[in-house]
């Protein structure tokens, strides 16, 4: 459905509105007839445009193509007539009106369409339950008392329900119209819905929500008036839904299904001993681990790895975390950059006792991404590790062994080089350049990174906005890496880093990860980057409130649907899956995000990768 804010020209614009009308009725129709009805039968239902002059159906691209739109008054659903090919009005189901001001008045507090709309309506009704009572057929003559009424603009609807008895109506050839009034104000029931957004600001339908579930009702109703009761009815199909999402939870065990009927996540309750042991108490060690190397803008770091050596001069801090990311340039090759990640420098104690931060993101990473590519997982969504080493401190150095260390205070201190290099969504966000293209292709390319590493066995466990850069490289169209590998699950005993506000609800409550995991991660970081409200989260138990009340009230998907269509349904997609056993489908939703971008936005993606 086009946005009238930027439409271009009236005729485009009316045009494609009518198109988009017909095709998101058919959509309705179609998966209302399967659902209830069964695919093995032939749809009995057809849509079509009405002539006001000629009173004539057709198709809303005939109408186009032969220059009649601007006599279009409305648009049918139809019951199909082989005798009657063209339409009759007796035979309409429902009727949609697409009029340009139906949420003006909504958007102004008032929840009902305005008096104009409406009174156009009731005579449409009128003329209709007037059409059903001639007819000879006995289906459409038993339900010339009920019509439902569709109001629709680009992006809001609503319905509108007229019932009847047309025995009382007193019809007068020579004054149509009053006696028609007359019959509407003394012996109709009109029932009005509120106006809701159907259309998002992209032009997708967002069909989870009040407003467009309210117009599916209102065909569901129509379709069974016209072709009687369903082979499935709305409870057997909400029962056996239930019990599949109960029968998944029991999978996963989890318990406490009686709290919320309707939610998917649970907390697991866990017994532990009320017992009070006494741990007898040992002498305090103050120990502090060795403090990270702090390294200036300008300055130069000379690298040794097994075969040479290598000077990176610091360009700029990437991210101002601890220990922080810095974006570098070879002295030897002064055209590229890198991303640099320095650790800490080893000492004598245990690991226990150093920099974990560190150590998670320079040697642990530096373990994930050469195992990454030992098992030949490619791709521009994953960095690349250039090369690894140690730093080489000024002065002498007479350490003891390869991994020991001379006392100086850089000896030693491993370093991480990888490609490419980008702007981290903390900083777009910051900056205001996240917007809606940037939230598809992040989602798409994000995904494409896990998709590639999924097919290894490997999880990233950490995904939150300083792990996630655009890459421009004076492209015309930028894309997303995942960065930030250190806490990749590579095998069962690995578990993920905790984050209240990004951790997934089975890392959360397991303290490690299912095959949703990640992906629900990703849906976090755009729900808050696309201007999610942020939770006040101080405690696992609150995160986990927060997840389980967001999900069950719809808000995430209504956000993200207010972005794109296809974002909201692939967060359905992951919160019917997670905690689940049951492995992602990235295929089809890459496809889908690639198809959306490509048509919304006109720009290829490179799919080389």
Known sequence: MPNALYASTSDVFEATAYLALEDFLHAGIKGLWETFWGPDEAMPFSVACIHSTSSKFYPAEKAINSGKLDGVCATAVLLKNLKHSQGRWDHIVVLAFLRPD????????????????????????????????LSRSSTVLRNSDCVYLLLV???????????????????????????????????????????????????????????????????????IQFYGEPKYSLDELATEHTSRLQSRRSERHLVDRQANGNGLFRFQQQSHSPEIVEVQEEAAVDLKPQETLKLEIGSVVLMEDAYSQKGFQINDILTDSDPPIYTSTPVEEPTKTYLLYVGSSPSHLEPVWEDMNSWYQVQRQTKVLTLMKQRGISSRYVPLMVSSGRVVHPGPCNKP??????????????????????????????????????ALRCCHDCLSALAAAASSGIRHGDIRPENVIRVSNGSRHPYFVL?????????DRDRPVMNLFFSSTFALQEGKLCAASDAESLIYLLYFCCGGVCPELDSVESALQWRETSWSRRVIQQRLGDVSAVLKAFADYVDSLCGTPYPMDYDIWLKRLRRTINEDHGKEIDTSS
Not at 103 to 125: I, K, N, R, T, W
Request: charged share 15%.
């Open 153 to 223: 603009d680009s992006q809001f609807g609503g319905v509108v329900k007229v019932q009847g008895d047309l025995n009382k109506l007193d019809f007068d050839l020579n004054n149509v119209y009053d006696c028609a009034a007359e019959w509407i104000k003394k012996h109709a029931k009109i029932s009005v819905s509120s106006i809701d957004r159907v259309w998002n600001k992209l032009g997708n339908a967002n069909w989870g929500d009040i407003g467009t579930l309210q117009v599916l009702i209102a065909l569901f109703h129509s379709m």
């Open 483 to 491: 960065i930030g590998w250190g806490h990749a699950i590579l095998e």
């Open 401 to 438: 062994n390869s991994s020991g260390s001379c006392g100086h205070p850089w000896c030693s201190t491993p370093i991480l080089v990888t490609s490419p290099v980008g702007e981290t969504i903390s900083n777009l966000i910051r900056n205001g350049l996240f917007g809606v293209e940037e």
């Open 102 to 133: 139906i949420g003006m008045v909504s958007g102004q507090g008032d929840q009902e369409p305005s008096p104009a709309v409406l009174g156009e309506a009731l005579f449409f009704a009128l003329r209709v339950l007037l059409s059903r009572s």
